[in-house]
């Protein structure tokens, strides 16, 4: 199997869509001629090959972004729109929160709004707070919208192509520090269903439910307590929105032990989501309270020292698997 | 040149139907427990959606807002099932989830329906964009208030649509006032349409009262849409009788203020020019007003008969 990066990865999605269907466009800020030029930017070199009625650069206007995303979309178009950093995400939520997830509903299922929203996240570059905030949990929180957040070359192939086929509006985040990590990734029709997690490393003692980049450092962590004897069960939630409950829960149900780990902060966190299906659904499983290995409650800092200090390890994870052993 | 007859008694028709139906709207919501939530007309206001939408072919769409009741019956709703959505009823055009505020025909053309001022512009881009990817012959309007000139989305989008050069019309219906602000007590400027300037594209200013003007300004509009020459923006400069909604004690409009914008009514203003230039009998027009009478006594009736959805309807039409 050929191996990309998760960045590559997403340009293969992208490309095959676009030359399935002639409905697929690009637009956001940079998409065809970017001031990040990098080819393992997922959409590097796609004006060159599918010209500009297809890639659109647009102005710095996330609203108009998002809402040409809309209309499009009702208009039966797939618009994948990009928005360039997660934070900037605010400026565009007008239009994802209350008209991509809302207008169906409010037409009373007469209309649909079949586009994809690609938001770059994930802290580590040094950027700071307004370049780096996840905010998956609080798109998780609105009715009408599909959230998905991959974590391997794989999944990011497979979960785009899925979400621009989707009916419905779906937002996908990608980690940025991901572009750059490898993975094996089928080729061609490789497509993963929406709403499924996946359990990338079974276990016995402790279930490590986890997403997006957290999954290396779960990882990370899975090899050094394997060393000691530990053996974690990792399940990659890859989709936030709907939430693979069964999955979960079956895994907690056989370890009987749970560690929530994401990037994100803490408060109000989707790790709080995830915790609250195991004690009302798995409560009688449970050897041992559970863990959210979380960033703390603060705003990203630049400084290297201080943003590695907020980017959750594997020494934390450790510390949570231990705590409840 | 004249405006075809036939445009004339549409546009007739479409403002006694808009003003019939929220005459009655204006009584039906003072009785208690008959119509939930808000009420927000646009009476005195009519002439903009009869003259638009005249102007208008099919395929043409349109995104409205919370002030809807005429651009909607304009575009062709059937007031049945506009009025069966404004009881809550199941027979509603959207089933009971959106009631009078987010009204959304997508069959008529009137799909993007919102009650966010200023949220309607980056939507009719991106409908436009549509049209001008497909290269259909269509266009799109957006109706915006005075008020949604504010808002940041309303830029962003107008400088979009014009970089793009994309088949829009925005037509902005300045009824004085946003909320209870006056026009110039939220913005500098005069004519919203001199706003068109900062991007590129014509800005007119009709008389908001005057719906063959409104026909006559939007068809040109349309025509440059429809030719690839970009976007318009119109400004209607109209009066809103009623407060914001129906709740609105409206202890900011002065009384002389409104009697003398009803003076200027558009729906007396049409009927006596379509009578003047001859277009209609009298007797032909009380067959209309009567027929529009039934439309909207029928409209009632299919709305009070209909049944209320059942409570777990709330859980259908959040996915496709």
Redesign the interface.
């Known amino acids: 199997m050929p191996q990309l990066t998760v960045g590559q990865a997403l340009n293969q999605a992208l490309r095959e869509e676009m030359t399935r269907d002639d409905t697929v466009f690009i637009a956001g800020e940079g998409v065809g001629v970017s001031i990040h030029d990098n080819p393992m930017l997922p959409t590097a070199g796609l004006l060159r090959d599918f010209g500009p009625r297809r890639v659109r650069d647009t102005p710095v206007s996330e609203a108009a972004i998002a809402g040409l995303a809309v209309g499009a979309a009702e208009a039966g178009l797939k618009p994948v729109v990009e928005i360039m950093f997660n934070p900037f995400f605010t400026l565009a939520s007008d239009m994802i929160v209350n008209h991509a997830a809302k207008l169906r509903y409010l037409s009373g299922g007469k209309s649909a709004f079949p586009l994809v929203v690609r938001i770059k996240s994930g802290a580590g570059f040094s950027a700071g707070c307004q370049h780096s905030h996840n905010l998956e949990a609080w798109t998780a929180h609105c009715p009408g919208l599909k959230v998905v957040m991959p974590a391997t070359a794989a999944d990011a192939k497979g979960l785009l192509k899925s979400a621009i086929r989707d009916p419905n509006p779906v937002v996908f985040f990608e980690d940025m520090m991901l572009y750059f990590a490898p993975g094996p990734v089928p080729e061609d029709e490789y497509l993963l269903p929406i709403g499924q997690a996946d359990v990338k490393r079974p276990g016995r003692d402790v279930t490590v439910v986890t997403w997006s980049r957290m999954l290396g450092v779960a990882f990370k962590a899975a090899e050094q307590l394997a060393a000691e004897g530990i053996d974690l069960e990792i399940v990659d939630l890859r989709t936030l929105a709907p939430l693979d409950k069964e999955t979960v829960l079956a895994s907690v149900r056989k370890t009987g032990r749970l560690v929530v780990l994401h990037e994100a902060t803490r408060t109000g966190g989707f790790a709080g989501e995830v915790a609250a299906v195991v004690m009302e659904e798995a409560f009688e499983s449970l050897k041992a309270p559970l863990r959210r290995v979380t960033g703390p409650d603060i705003p990203v800092p630049a400084s290297p020292p201080l943003e590695r200090f907020y980017i959750p390890d594997a020494e934390q994870v450790i510390t949570a698997v231990k705590d409840i052993m | 040149m004249a405006i075809p007859k036939d445009k004339m008694l549409e546009m007739l028709h479409s403002l006694l139907l808009s003003r019939r139906f929220e005459e009655a709207l204006t009584e039906l919501c003072q009785v208690e427990g008959k119509i939930p939530g808000m009420m927000i007309l646009c009476t005195g206001q009519e002439a903009v959606g009869a003259g638009v939408c005249a102007a208008l072919r099919p395929g043409d769409?349109i995104?409205t807002n919370h002030r809807s009741h005429a651009h909607l019956l304009a575009k062709g709703a059937d007031p049945k099932v506009l009025m069966a959505e404004i009881y809550g009823k199941r027979t509603?055009?959207?089933?009971?989830?959106?009631g009078t505020l987010?009204l959304?025909?997508?069959?008529i053309g009137a799909?993007?329906?919102?009650t966010?001022v200023g949220?309607g512009?980056?939507?009719?881009?991106?409908?436009?964009?549509?049209?001008q990817?497909r290269g259909e012959p269509a266009v799109?309007v957006c109706f915006v208030g005075d008020g949604a000139t504010g808002e940041?989305?309303f830029h962003?989008?107008l400088?979009?649509a014009s970089?793009?050069n994309l088949p829009v019309i925005f037509v902005c219906e300045n009824n004085c006032y946003a909320g209870a602000q006056r026009l110039e007590e939220h913005t500098r400027i005069e004519n919203i349409a001199d706003r068109a300037a900062a991007y590129c594209m014509p800005g007119v200013v009709v008389d908001g009262n005057d719906a063959p003007a409104i026909y006559t300004t939007a068809l040109d509009a349309r025509a440059r849409a429809a030719a690839g020459q970009g976007p318009t923006l119109i400004e209607c400069k109209t009066y809103r009788w009623r407060g914001h909604g129906e709740s609105d004690p409206q202890h900011y409009q002065p009384k002389e203020e409104i009697a003398a914008w009803r003076a200027r009514c558009p729906v007396a203003r049409m009927r006596e020019a379509v009578l003047a230039l001859g277009l209609i009998s009298t007797d032909d027009l009380s067959a209309m007003e009567t027929k529009v009478d039934a439309l909207v006594r029928e409209a009632i009736r299919f709305a009070e008969e209909s049944p209320y959805p059942e409570p777990r309807e709330a859980l259908?039409?959040?996915?496709?």
């Open positions: 769409v995104i509603g055009c959207n089933k009971g989830k959106s987010h959304a025909l997508p069959e799909p993007c329906t919102s966010v949220a512009p980056p939507m009719a881009v991106g409908r436009a964009f549509a049209q990817y799109t940041g989305s962003e989008a400088n979009l970089l793009w259908e039409d959040v996915y496709a």
